[in-house]
């Protein structure tokens, strides 16, 4: 496992191994980086074609220049350090000091020219995810092109053709590269700034890490048993809301780039699916859903009215994709007691924690020894407790009165009085009792739970 020195001095080499002259980098566009966790509300479209910015959960937009009505654009691949969460950080390989990397946004006919420098230990290449364009520009090395080697800085070219919503990854030692954090967004924009206009439009790409507790790079071999699952390489609870204005129309992008597929879930309002990777849907084919599936490779464009005033969960619906740095080998002890046991393992594992007799809910309210680098498993904070999440959770925060192209956090939802669920006082004689147990049969019923999450 490299340590930080040695992560930092594998991008100093690249970056020193550069044949590239200073004449011919001064004709690149400027390199932009940023290392900034935080949502970047982006500025007005600039010089081009007018559009509509997208907002990057927990990242920003590339900026580009024109140069003789090209748009062009710089792309960085180097190692790169990402704050997972407050309070945990992991080396992983991006795009211009991110992982994942900025979103590219153009308009439909646009004519682009990417460069991609690469300051990685290997060759990498870049793959336009959807894209229509030439064969020799689609970024599969071997087949449409060579590698990109070390140090090197090859330009893609081509015209956005299409407005939709898409991705660009590696398309050279993937396994590797994606499972490092390469991966971006692209957005094309309609020609015409008003068709289907929305007031926000969020874009995200979903993936996943298996970083073991106290490192900080992530195992590439994993196939399935990632314990990190991510919205734009940030876990719960440092996935920052998407706010919006009571009444205003939403859209939310989703692309995911993970091993598997993610039931994404909204509380309190209903949706459609607008557009996928393929196009935007025809309106007839579109029907009200709270959830739709998200498979690998695909890209989802959901549509809502904000209209109901709170709080809401947004979140995969697979349960453990919620929890942060989860063993899969954790034994399932509810129902057992413990106390005297640990007490006896303690004497020689001072730091052991067990799954708890009631359930998992307790390790979210308790403090434990971590390993550096490395979150609680259920450490999300609400007003009323612990939210017992992590992972692929974040809110969906909806006010009145805000204002338009406020991207702030707005804080807890102040309930209006008598809108928030109460306990009662209940006699226990007045509950309903239940039947008597049947009597076993005399046949004794087998059953093993398996540790490992195959083919979730």
Known sequence: MLNRREFFKLGAAAVAASTV???AMAALPEIASMQNAETQVPPASGNGRPFHPVVTLNGWSLPWRMRDGVKEFHLVAEPVVREIAPGMQAHLWGY???????????????????????????????HWHGQRLPNGMDGVSGLTQPAIPSGKTFVYEFTARRAGTFMYHPHTDEMVQMAMGMMGFWVTHPKNPDFMRVDRDY?????????????????????LEHNLWTFNSRVFPGIAPMVARQGEKVRIRVGNLSMTNHPIHLHGHEFVVAGTDGGWTPPASRWPEVTTDISVGQMRAIELIADEPGDWAFHCHKSHHTMNAMGHQVPTMIGVEQRDLVEKITQVLPDYMPMGKDGMAEMGEMTMPLPENTLPMMSGQGPFG?????????????????????YRDPGDYQHPTGTIAYEVEVEEASMIKRAPAPEPDGHELQVRKPHAHDGH
């Not at 990397?101 to 439909?108: A, K, L, Q, S, W």
């Not at 991609?116 to 060759?123: A, Y």
Request: aromatic share 8%.
């Open 203 to 223: 874009v995200f790409l979903i993936n996943a890490y298996d970083i073991d507790p106290g490192s900080y790079t992530p195992k590439v071999a994993t196939m």
């Open 21 to 23: 002259s200073k004449v």
């Open 386 to 406: 612990s939210l017992h999440m992590g992972g692929m959770f974040t809110t969906f925060k909806v006010r009145a009165g805000l204002k338009a192209g406020d």
């Open 96 to 126: 211009n000091g991110q992982s994942p990397g900025p979103t590219i946004e153009v308009v439909e006919g646009d004519r682009v020219r990417i460069y991609v420098t690469n300051r990685l230990p290997e060759p990498t290449s870049v």
